[in-house]
């Protein structure tokens, strides 16, 4: 099969997904020597358009791991692609913690909208809720995974040496989203917890210029949609002002520090 372009698009509020796609697609197009294309659909306006591809296309296509899944926020979005044949890689990246079912069923919304999957990824990120957990991730080590998958795709598709849809890792039917456990051993749903803002907050406006959801109010103190704990507006702030007091979100967010500090790695398919 011939590719004259690869494409590139990707969801991610902090930027790790952006990185490993955005290498990814570097190293392929140097390798094939074709060109290469990015386009982000992490914020609102981004979305308003749908995706659309040709069959002399490779889509890399790239979203986070949310409890376990593709986030169900862009489901609606990525279920309007329009592959129109084009071969395709699903990349999931996932906080340190489990990508469990979202590779699989990313390739199966790309099979789904035409697109044929012949590889796919699951990278490490450094955590939403975290700056230890995958802190710093993804480094140098796995963006040389990153490059070297990249060098194993190019050539099963320059010798035809793959299988669609590819075979990753996942269960079908899919597991449910997992849900936060509670100190008395239950579970509760954080989908209603925001953050807060402290004082140092100096209305610089940050907040809401990369939050994916539109969420942020012109005040920068309250919300006008819902909350998915992608944690942009945690990080990007200058200065620290913004912040999550919830017991439920504050004890899983200590559960998967502890359980799960030791160094996950990448795992690809071809």
Known sequence: MSISH????????????????????????????????????????ERKEPLCFSGSDLVIL???????????????????????GAMGIPIVVYGNRNYDD??????????????HT??????????????TLGGGRPDAQDLNVVRSFAGTAASAIENNRFRTPAAV?????????MVPQ?????????????????????NCGICAAVCPMGA??????SYTS?????????????????YYDDETYLFHKRQLEEHFSRRAEPETFI
């Open 62 to 84: 790239g979203v986070p791991v949310y409890a376990g899944r593709v986030p169900n926020v862009l489901l609606k979005f990525l279920n309007g692609i329009a592959g129109n």
């Open 216 to 221: 942020i109010a012109p005040d920068y103190h």
């Open 226 to 242: 819902f909350c998915i704990k992608c944690c942009a507006c945690v990080k990007a702030c200058p200065t620290g002002a913004r």
């Open 118 to 131: 012949i590889g796919g990824g699951a990278f490490i990120g450094e955590h939403s809720f975290s700056r």
């Open 169 to 177: 890792k996942g269960n079908i039917p899919y597991r449910p989203y």
């Open 182 to 202: 509670t100190k008395d051993g239950g579970h509760q749903k954080i989908s209603r917890v925001f953050p807060k803002v402290s004082d140092a907050c100096t």
């Open 102 to 115: 979202a590779l699989i069923e990313l390739r199966d919304l790309m099979e789904s909208a035409m697109i």
């Open 6 to 45: 690869i494409h590139t698009a990707y969801f991610s509020p902090t930027g790790t997904t952006r990185t490993i796609c955005t290498t990814l697609a570097q190293e392929m197009s140097r390798i094939l020597n074709i060109p290469w294309k990015l386009r982000s659909f992490t914020l609102p306006a």
